[in-house]
């Protein structure tokens, strides 16, 4: 029986697990032209392989970071695990270069699985005074000579912004590819790919998906050699996103721009109070002129925005005043702002970072908060009531 076509203006949600062939002609046609690992096939098999919901939200990430490719996968982290793995070249596998202000998450997989369980051999370039020395950087990469490069566009959490245009530029000099994590700017505030890096990265669970409710990671390119290295990874070790997550995410992608314009205009405006505020010792924020990286920032983001999280200090006269400093203001604010490890929630959320971070940022008065897009005078009012019973 022949199915009746629906007038719907949206992908259904494929839960389909495999897709009818219809005769043995077609699935052999099918599998041999799989084994190109197309963007979107003629014909679906399998949805580990491609689903048509997923493909169709990875379409409309696309459309936002301006890429000839968008692979979905179940989280960020599986996102960078299928970009990282694609480069992967046993034995022949020359050094990874890695900047350390990258995502805990991030740093646990590559001790955890790159090295030690892949013995994959591990560089990291550390941070002067708050920036990135690039004249040191060219230096370290011209000896090194590493396979690629991998940065953040602002860093977790101290929101560094890399200076990604000449990282790109050095690194191509010196033949290395070049592996950027966007989740903090989004391409909302630029797109590097334009900039010359090879892959981009994000963690869709933030602000793509934006309301907390989904977890995703993405990966995207221009290069179709290095897409169907992924599509085959993916394929192969089962990081696909599901269906009824994709349809969800392409809806939720719909106001991402309106949602995290909304949130860097607020962080923006808290940004500059809290930095105006006796209690605080110190503001990190790419927006604020005292910020290591804001002139950088500045170029980069070409004035749209400096991104929505900020993360800050209480003062104190040692680490027990600050600590008590720190957890009065999370207890206070508590029935607006919660404390939930993650970011881009619909409303700020916070996370203290030395009961995240431990030893690598030890001050036990940190703060970091990823600023919402509620009504700015609403935020306003629950923090700086707080810090007046402080």
């Known amino acids: 029986m022949k199915r009746k076509e629906v007038n ?24 041999k032209k799989e084994s190109e690992h197309h963007r979107e096939p003629d014909n679906y098999i399998y949805s580990r392989y491609r689903n048509p919901t997923v493909v169709s939200a990875e379409e409309e990430i696309m459309k936002l970071e301006g890429c000839d490719w968008a692979l979905l996968t179940q989280s960020g982290m599986s996102a960078i695990d299928t970009a990282l793995s694609i480069f992967q070249k046993g034995k022949e596998t020359k050094p990874w270069l890695f900047f350390t202000e990258i995502y805990g998450g991030t740093i646990s997989y590559i001790e955890s699985v790159l090295k030690t369980r892949r013995g994959i051999d ?11 020395n690039l004249k040191e950087f060219e230096k370290v990469i011209s ?5 690629l490069v991998y940065i953040e566009s602002i860093s977790n959490p101290m929101l560094i912004v890399a200076d990604v245009t000449e990282i790109a530029r050095i690194s191509k000099k010196h033949r290395s590819k070049v592996i950027l994590d966007n989740t903090f700017a989004t391409p909302w505030l630029f797109k590097p790919l334009e900039k010359g890096v090879d892959i981009v990265i994000h963690s869709a669970t933030k602000y793509f998906s934006g309301h ?12 179709k050699k290095l897409m169907h290295s992924a599509i085959e990874y993916r394929k192969f070790v089962g990081h696909m996103l599901s269906p009824d997550d994709a349809y969800r995410l392409q809806t939720q992608i719909l106001s991402f721009e309106l949602r995290f314009s909304r949130q860097c205009e607020n962080a923006a405006k808290l940004a500059e109070y809290l930095s105006n505020v006796s209690l605080i010792s110190r503001v990190w924020f790419p927006g604020l002129k005292n910020h290591s990286t804001h002139e950088t920032a500045k170029h980069l983001f070409a004035g749209k925005g400096y991104g929505a999280m900020i993360t800050f200090d209480f003062d104190g006269k040692d680490k027990t005043e600050k600590k008590s400093r720190r957890d009065n203001f999370i207890q206070l604010v508590s029935e607006k702002i919660k404390l939930i490890p993650t970011l881009g929630d619909p409303h700020t959320i916070l996370m203290p970072v030395e009961a995240v971070w431990g030893v690598k940022y030890p001050e036990p008065g940190m703060i970091r908060l990823s600023v919402g897009f509620e009504a700015y005078d609403e935020l306003y009012g629950t923090i700086s009531k707080a810090l007046a019973l402080i």
């Not at 719907?8 to 599998?31: I, K």
């Not at 000896?143 to 396979?147: G, M, Q, R, T, V």
């Open 8 to 31: 719907s203006s949206r992908m259904p949600v494929y839960r389909d697990a495999g897709f009818e062939l219809y005769n043995a002609d077609l699935t052999t046609s099918a599998f």
């Open 122 to 132: 591990i560089r990291y370039f550390t941070p002067d005074d708050g920036k990135y």
């Open 212 to 223: 907390g409710n989904l977890t995703a990671g993405v990966i995207c390119g221009n290069d």
């Open 143 to 147: 000896a090194l000579k590493p396979e």
